[in-house]
């Protein structure tokens, strides 16, 4: 793995050890965990695990600045300021979800946990050199699962391009076999007792200034170019082996 794969990604932990995480209990460590625990107590903005011109052409550096340095740092901000003095401030943002999702009077909470984390596992899924085939094993299982790689990246495609107004798409394990699917909004899998593997953001702020109102053709973009498989295996393999140990 190179170098600048190797950036600090989340509250410390490289790109590697992100991957080796994204799992399981371990996962509340890697994601949500990115503010365990500061000494001010806040949640933080992790570093983007690549330049910010590294996706391009298919997602300009300009989006990225906007979409990462505006609505991800946003989300940070808005979810600190609503958890402040509170017992959720300590929490990893796994625990949040799980705690908030579908409590009307804790929907703020939810929504900004929530879309702290998906932007988090979005920028983990997108590698410059991505696309491609997953790694043997993680094939294998997508073939059970789906018949076929090509109808495994149909059927995302489709989960990201039917997705009414804002949300995101999801490869997803329910403890059997992988499935695609999306979400409205800030709403993510983990509410759902689901784990993903790999997600795609379909907000509009993810590729309007590149592709305008042509969502296909920025999806069809982020499955043949950037989706970085190996992390969606180590995804895959933490959650079997979690799976595994817990009996």
Known sequence: MSGENEKKTIAGISRRQFMAAAS?????????GFSCLPKDEKFALPTLPYPEN???????????????????????????????RTPYARMPLE????ETAGKADKAPIFNNAAQVWNHTFYWNCLNPKGGGEPPAELKAVVEKSFGSLEKCKKELADAATSQFGSGWAWLVFDGEKLAATNT?????????????????DVWEHAYYLDHQNRRAEYVSGVIDKLLDWNFAAENFKGETENKAEKG
């Open 54 to 84: 590294a996706l391009e052409p298919v997602i300009s550096a300009n989006t990225v600045g906007f979409h990462y340095g505006k609505h991800h740092a946003g989300y940070v901000n808005k979810l600190n300021t609503l958890v402040a």
């Open 95 to 98: 625990k949040i979800i799980a």
């Open 184 to 200: 409205a909004n800030a709403d993510n899998p983990i509410a759902q007792g689901l784990r993903p593997i790999l997600t795609i």
């Open 24 to 32: 399981g209990a371990a996962v509340l460590f890697a994601i949500g």
